[in-house]
């Protein structure tokens, strides 16, 4: 994945970091080549935060990611320590595969991430969630 290795800033770096420790801590083996995480690479592409209609967001969410409808993905921008939300992440695998990890991440200490999607991408969608992972670097930078 094109951008993830680039990353100019340290603020977004230390992001990039702490978003592969909390995809690492749920998902412990990649879901392409099934061994633990080595050169992998994590993206953060889009996120929603949930309000007090929850099941509204959630199911936009779903429907992006079930879809493929990864533009829709890489238009949610909402993210805060304060709320509720839902994260979707690629997961690229040195052996080629690319996956979308979707993950609810509560804003309670108490309460864990939760993994609720592991989408794979087809090759031919590849360049489509490459160009969200540029795009988002960009205006994280």
Not at 24 to 29: G, K, N
Request: charged share 25%; aromatic share 4%.
């Amino acid at each position: 994945m094109k951008g993830t290795t680039q990353m100019q800033s340290s603020t977004v770096e230390t992001l990039l970091h702490t978003d592969a420790a909390k995809l690492h801590a749920i998902v412990q083996r990649c879901p392409a080549c099934h061994k633990p995480w080595g050169k992998h690479r994590v993206a953060l592409i889009g996120s929603k935060l949930l309000g007090v209609n929850q099941f509204k967001a959630t199911e936009e969410i779903f429907r992006a990611v079930k879809g493929h409808h990864w533009e829709f993905l890489g238009q949610q921008h909402d993210r805060s320590d304060l709320r509720n939300s839902l994260e979707a992440y690629a997961l690229g695998c040195p052996g080629g595969g690319l996956h979308i990890l979707v993950v609810r991440s509560p804003f309670e200490l108490h309460v864990g991430n939760e993994l609720l999607i592991c989408e794979p991408v087809l090759e031919a969608e590849r360049p489509k969630i490459e160009a969200l992972i540029v795009k988002r670097d960009k205006t994280q930078s």
